[in-house]
């Protein structure tokens, strides 16, 4: 995913990613990919607690 994000958002002179893309499909692409890695986190949030990975 690095890797696909270097490539759509480029780098600045310093080597430095940018925080942006030109390309307006790659940026409701990854705005998506993003929201559901969000969803993701809340489901799996209670299942650490549960099975015991981090306590409360």
Known sequence: MYDIRSHFQGRNAKG????????????ILIGNLRSSLKDLAKKIEPKIYEYGFLKD
């Open 16 to 27: 430095r990613m940018n925080s942006k893309s030109d390309d307006k499909e790659y940026t």
